[in-house]
């Protein structure tokens, strides 16, 4: 077992991606049975239904960090699955729109914390030359969560009749309970516990603990502990950071960007405007999740191959082609399944590109004494813009055509673009200490 630690640790913290990915795609099935259950307006669903899973996604993500710092991404984790759990419970048994809300924004709080727990946990347990595909794990899982949850839904709409809703959602709790006893085995992160006044001697074992067959444990617990030296009270707004900083925030102000989160959440919706019925809706979406499960094994695949910078250029090709397809069969009024293939392809690029990339890539540009707070700044202005975009598609669909909001996501992906091949900087086969050297500005 021992030679497996890594990889068992590293599959057992991913878990949390799992459950991030069926608890944000779950409400898919639900939104429109509950919108016709408890008669709400397109503001009121799109601001408290479709979207309070959002703002605790916010809150958890941009407030993550503290907990990460302080208690340990170990701690942090196991309370993302006892958060997860009460939702999932609450969601499905809510009497009510404002209680249904309450526990979808006590899921959300897991969501956001676990964006940022789970890949800084695995970035600073995994070596420089596997990081790429370990953190990667965590966006696996989360794609997987997807699938998963387009298959539940879909499976539960056909047999479970009247009410199937709120077996949608309470079925989550299943998975959660199961994750949140599994990552009470897993060890504290050796790059926190130095930073918390660890020994030498408590590094080390932790490191061989988690790799038994790392080569130059000596080097890398002094490289850990150097990296530390005078930095104790470094701010992440102090300016030294602005490189890091502002990486983070374009990669991921265009992930939002690109429309996947509105596909994703309003799938059914979108596919009945392409006037394919209500029952074969929730049936059509499987393929998403089918292609997105696909494509992000292909992008684990490469990511510690071809790099970061590679394959976020493969991906923003393949965004632009196939929103500009989803634009054009909707303004041709091409048959359902034309934009079904469209959608799909579309999942395809964001999940060999964004998907696989972005999780990876903010996890790594950030130093040890500040990657807790930069992932949750990363991780915050994600679902900050995730947010924005739920909060007002219901309204957006009302009152411009699928062919405009997808040109609209088309022409961000060019921008996209055009930032990935000028700016951003390839991370592969890079130790986090000597991304630090070349990120951070000098005192």
């Known amino acids: 077992m021992a030679k497996n630690n890594l990889t068992y640790y590293s ?18 099935g639900a939104d429109l049975p509950i919108q016709k259950l408890w008669n709400t307006s397109p503001l009121f669903h799109g601001t408290f239904i479709m ?18 710092n302080k208690f340990g991404r170990k701690k942090t984790l196991f309370w993302i699955g006892v958060l997860y759990a009460a939702s999932a419970i609450g969601s499905g048994l809510a009497p009510d729109p404002y209680s249904f809300s309450f526990f979808r924004f006590i899921g959300g709080l897991g969501v956001g914390a676990s964006s940022v727990a789970a890949p800084v946990y695995i970035s600073e347990i995994a070596p420089a030359d596997r990081r790429g595909r370990l953190v990667a794990l965590y966006q696996f899982n989360i ?4 699938l998963i949850a387009f298959l539940s839904n879909y499976l539960i709409g056909q047999y479970m009749g009247q009410g199937s809703w709120r077996w949608m959602l309470g079925i989550e709790a299943v998975p959660a309970l199961l994750y949140t006893f ?29 790799n038994s067959g790392i080569q130059n444990v000596e080097e890398e617990v002094l490289a850990i502990k150097n990296s530390l030296v005078n930095k104790a009270k470094d701010s992440l707004f102090s300016g030294k950071y602005s490189k890091s900083i502002m990486l983070a925030f374009f ?10 989160n509105f596909v994703l959440y309003y799938a059914p919706r979108i596919f009945e405007t392409a006037g394919i019925s209500a ?52 303004n041709s009024e091409a048959e359902g399944f034309i934009v079904v293939a469209f959608v799909s392809a579309f999942v395809g690029a964001h999940a060999i590109g964004q998907g696989a990339v972005i999780w990876v890539f903010i996890s790594e540009i950030f130093p040890n004494t500040v990657r807790d707070g930069g992932m949750a700044f990363g991780s915050g202005t994600h679902w900050v813009f995730a947010w924005i975009i739920t909060l007002i598609i219901p309204t957006v669909i009302n009152e411009f055509s699928p062919t405009t909001i997808f040109c609209f996501f088309a022409f961000m992906m060019l921008l996209q673009l055009f930032w990935t ?20 500005k000098k005192d």
Not at 11 to 28: E, K
Not at 310 to 321: F, K, P, R
């Open 11 to 28: 599959i057992v913290v991913a878990l949390a991606g799992f459950l991030f990915g069926f608890d944000t795609i779950v409400i898919s």
């Open 51 to 68: 979207s309070m899973a959002l703002w605790g996604t916010v809150i958890g993500a941009l407030l993550g960090g503290i907990p990460c």
């Open 143 to 146: 794609v997987f969560g997807i």
């Open 182 to 210: 599994m990552v009470m085995g897993i060890p504290n992160s050796p790059r926190w516990m130095m930073m918390k006044g660890g020994t030498d001697e408590e590094v080390r074992s932790l490191l061989q603990k988690i």
């Open 251 to 260: 990669l991921a102000f265009f992930n939002q960007a690109s429309g996947i």
């Open 279 to 330: 029952d074969s809706a929730l049936g059509a979406s499987i393929p998403i999740g089918i292609v997105n499960l696909i494509f992000t094994m292909f992008g684990m695949y490469l990511i510690d191959r071809l790099g970061r910078k590679t394959l976020m250029i493969i991906g923003s090709i393949g965004y632009i082609l196939t929103l500009l397809g989803v634009a054009w069969a909707f």
């Open 421 to 440: 091949l000028t700016i951003m900087p390839e991370t592969k086969g890079v130790e986090l200490e000597e991304l630090e050297k070349m990120l951070v």
